[in-house]
């Protein structure tokens, strides 16, 4: 069955960095557009970015040039570089998954906590 697992959460100070990553296991990783998102507390879960089976990526207004997303088929895995965090970063950050071309399924993570404080 699929499967994402997100790693590398933690805690950071503000100007800080964290690299975010998900792992997918049970299917072919390259008929996925990936993606990550995130929700902090009380509020709604929003895109942060998403890239394309060809490697394509997208963001979210502010996002874009503080975080970048990647991809490695190699390894089935989706990064997330966070550069210059600030304490509106925090919040639970998951990873997403979308079968493309067959199923449409979508798969989501459990979950990775990013807190920016100081």
């Known amino acids: 069955q699929v499967q994402l697992v997100e790693s590398g959460g933690g805690l950071v100070q503000p100007g800080g960095s964290l690299r975010l990553s998900c792992k997918l296991s049970?299917?072919?990783?390259?008929?996925?557009?990936m993606g990550w998102y995130r929700q902090a507390p009380g509020k709604s879960r929003d895109l942060v970015a998403t890239i394309t089976r060809s490697g394509s990526p997208n963001y979210a207004d502010s996002m874009e040039g503080r975080f970048t997303i990647s991809r490695d088929d190699t390894e089935n895995t989706v990064a997330l570089q966070m550069n210059n965090l600030n304490a509106e970063d925090t919040a639970v950050y998951y990873c997403?998954?979308?079968?493309?071309?067959?199923?449409?399924?979508?798969?989501w993570g459990q979950g990775t906590q990013v807190t920016v404080s100081s």
């Open positions: 997403y998954g979308m079968r493309v071309g067959w199923s449409w399924q979508e798969y």
């Open positions: 049970g299917d072919r990783f390259s008929d996925y557009k």
